[in-house]
């Protein structure tokens, strides 16, 4: 009698494992989110490209981020890569060319919403309006008709880098009223601190593909926002150079605030 009750007691743990496990949805085609580097590297301006921009298609047909040298901001749209120089036109940069800091993910949103007559700072203040969680990261694609798009994109420099606090003091800003486009980028949650920019980090490219760059604000007259969930997340590190004695433990929130700003 003993035996019996022992195996019905495994059989019944056995059973439920097996249940649980199938239960589990199907993570397949959930995207992840694949980084190049880490934004405090860049807040101390480790600004050396060493990986490939083609390569960055591989992980996805979305994102943004800057290219060696700091030169300009980068958009991935639609398995292109945009470069908004520091003169605010588009270019189109080779495959064998390098980012220092990347973010790219497949293009698969979870939700929309239709905005209208809405600013930056609206939409931020309005956060879980829209976001379920502040906790995840999310893909945040914004197309529409904005009455105004405020960005800027940093100039290339060069050797010896100045921190990127200095960089943007001087950097390169733009306006355009009336214009059609995409907003492209991510959101990453706090704990995410000085791994990558915490809150909303995106970038503009007009219809025509003629200018854009990192947003500094906007106010959206009629458009669309999708959110793609995103729930894994990949890293990858310079392999030496400068990266390998940065320092990290000091807190560069601070910093990020006035570069963002």
């Not at 894994?232 to 807190?251: A, M």
Request: net charge negative; proline share 6%.
């Amino acid at each position: 009698m003993r035996n019996i009750i022992y195996l019905l007691i495994l059989m019944f743990l056995v059973f439920s494992c097996d249940e649980d496990i199938t239960e589990r949805p199907d993570k397949t085609d959930a995207p992840v989110l694949m980084q190049v580097s880490v934004i405090d590297a860049l807040l101390q301006g480790f600004y050396d490209g060493f990986y490939p921009v083609g390569d960055l298609k591989v992980h996805g047909d979305y994102g943004i981020g800057t290219f060696h040298g700091l030169d300009g901001e980068m958009m991935i749209f639609n398995d292109t890569v945009f470069q908004v120089k520091a003169d605010g036109k588009v270019y189109i940069p080779g495959d064998q060319e390098r980012t220092p800091f990347a973010a790219v993910a497949p293009l698969l949103t979870d939700t929309s919403f239709v905005l209208t007559n809405m600013s930056y700072d609206s939409l931020k203040s309005n956060f879980l309006d829209f976001f379920p969680t502040q906790n995840i990261f999310y893909m945040v694609k914004i197309e529409g008709e904005f009455s105004y798009m405020h960005t800027r994109s940093v100039p290339a420099q060069e050797k010896p880098y100045p921190p990127l606090v200095e960089v943007t003091q001087n950097q390169p800003e733009f306006t355009f009223e009336n214009v059609k486009g995409d907003v492209v980028g991510f959101y990453c949650p706090p704990y995410a601190q000085g791994i990558n920019v915490t809150g909303l980090h995106l970038h503009f490219i007009d219809n025509l593909r003629t200018k854009g760059g990192h947003i500094i604000d906007f106010t959206i007259k009629s458009g669309t926002m999708q959110l793609g969930y995103i729930l894994d997340y990949q890293l990858i590190l310079p392999d030496g150079g400068n990266f390998y004695g940065g320092d990290f433990t000091i807190d560069r929130s601070d910093e990020l605030d006035d570069v963002e700003g």
